[in-house]
């Protein structure tokens, strides 16, 4: 043999023993598709901006875990195959329905356990908490009604995803398209557009839907300037969308530290399952408020919330493996996690149109659009298609009411579905 041919075989060996030679095998195809909507992704939350604190790190979460042979996949969705995995080196194959074994845990196994433990989402709301100012909401209470109609699309959404999975089943069973209780209930909280709800309501009832929830919730969530303002001009008149609101009153300091106590004592004996959320997101706005932990609410605001954020993201991308990601029901969920959503605006611009009648005409309706969760983008939709009526319309304080409240009514909606389906 000659030096040219064992240079040559070295290099070949290396080659077939790469990621590179998975690509030519009968299910590389998948891991190549899953690699470029990685790509696309990243391309959405770098050069559109769109959510990019967290579309950036799932995108190079999926990245990662579909690069064959790097092992930096999820290779579990609940706690009781991660204690296999650490002790037995086995894990469950959800696809084939089988153990496998020989399997060691990773790192996003490892940093996933934040994820189905239960522990980034709430961290993640105590950092919106101590972000969020609830003095709208204070001033005027009836924007809890807005917050939580705007809750509509959740539980029409689940009704549409069990009776529609049900059908499309029947017409095409060898996609399995039909839904447990627990992935309707997963793909409703989509309609919340909250990003932390959707993914521990997820991680609770549907771990092995987690990647698809979580992207098609923060796409949503990046679409709000697209999706609401034609659902918003559908149901009110010109005449409505012009409304120029009163201003609100000022709110006191003792209403805003007496708040947070009171809504996690309310909410958490209603419902115990939403109490992590509830509390937390509470805890947040009690450390701004207070007037004596600035230096807490600060890292809660930036240091906590930071690390949190990265380690969500990429965790949650490291479960969109080719095998559990492309399936017949992605498009599916997709498709049902945009009817959450926009029944979510419906639900609060007709309850908004209520009150524009009982108020006689001193409510807009279009703050009702804000009731959904997506802080503050929601608002301003409201403030920016309300001035395309009058100039002179400022609404986006009086849409962060229902905005706030929204935060609240998918955390308490989380709470229902968990009390009902977990």
């Known amino acids: 043999m000659t030096i040219f041919e064992g240079v040559w075989e070295v290099i070949r060996d290396i080659l077939a023993n790469s990621g590179w030679a998975y690509f030519f095998t009968d299910g590389g195809w998948k891991n190549a598709v899953m690699i470029l909507m990685s790509f696309f992704f990243l391309y959405l939350g770098i050069k559109k901006g769109f959510e990019p604190l967290l579309m950036i790190p799932i995108a190079f979460g999926m990245l990662l875990a579909n690069l064959p042979g790097a092992n930096l996949a999820v290779q579990y969705h609940d706690l009781q ?27 996003m196994d490892f940093l996933y356990f934040g994820v189905k433990a239960g522990i980034y989402p709430p961290l993640i709301f105590l950092g919106i908490g101590a972000m969020t100012d609830f003095s709208s909401l ?27 999975g049900g059908t499309l089943n029947d ?14 209930g997963s793909i409703a909280i989509i309609g919340g557009a909250d990003g932390p709800t959707a993914i521990f309501v997820t991680s609770k009832l549907a771990p092995a839907m987690l990647g698809t929830i979580a992207v098609a919730a923060y796409s949503y969530m990046a679409l709000v300037p697209v999706i609401q303002p034609p659902i918003m001009r559908a149901l009110t008149t010109k005449k409505e969308r012009a ?10 300091k003792t209403e805003k530290i007496l708040f947070p106590i009171m809504v996690t004592v309310i909410v958490s004996l209603f419902l115990p399952d939403a109490a992590s959320l509830v509390g ?26 930071n690390i949190i954020t990265i380690l969500l993201g990429i965790s949650v991308g490291a479960t969109t493996s080719a095998q559990s990601f492309l ?16 029944f979510g605006t419906v639900g609060g611009v007709l309850f908004g149109k209520l009150m524009y009648v009982l108020s006689k005409g001193k409510i807009n309706p279009l703050i009702g659009s804000a009731g959904v969760s997506a802080v503050p983008m929601a608002a301003r939709v409201s403030q920016k298609v309300g001035q395309e009526e009058n100039p002179a319309n400022f609404l ?4 962060m009411g229902p905005n706030v409240s929204g935060v609240i009514g998918s955390a308490v909606a989380a709470g229902i579905l968990l009390t009902l389906l977990g």
């Not at 005027?140 to 009704?159: E, M």
């Not at 399936?327 to 959450?340: E, R, S």
């Open 280 to 305: 937390m997101l509470m805890l947040g706005n009690l450390l701004k408020e207070s007037g004596h932990t600035e230096r807490i609410a600060k890292a809660a605001q930036n240091e906590l919330m």
């Open 243 to 252: 409304v120029v609101m009163e201003n609100l009153r000022p709110v006191s």
């Open 171 to 184: 017409v095409f069973p060898s996609l399995n398209l039909a839904f447990t209780p627990q992935e309707a």
């Open 327 to 342: 399936n017949g029901k992605t498009l599916l969920i997709i498709a049902l996690g945009l009817v959450a959503f926009a």
């Open 396 to 399: 986006l304080m009086h849409a």
């Open 138 to 164: 204070i001033a005027r209470p009836s924007s809890f009604i807005l917050g939580a109609a705007a809750q509509l699309g959740i539980f029409a959404a689940y009704v549409i995803a069990i009776v529609l």
């Open 81 to 107: 195959g991660f204690v296999e995995l650490v002790a037995r080196g086995r894990v469950w194959d959800e696809v084939n329905e089988v153990w496998i074994t020989g399997c060691t845990p990773g790192l």
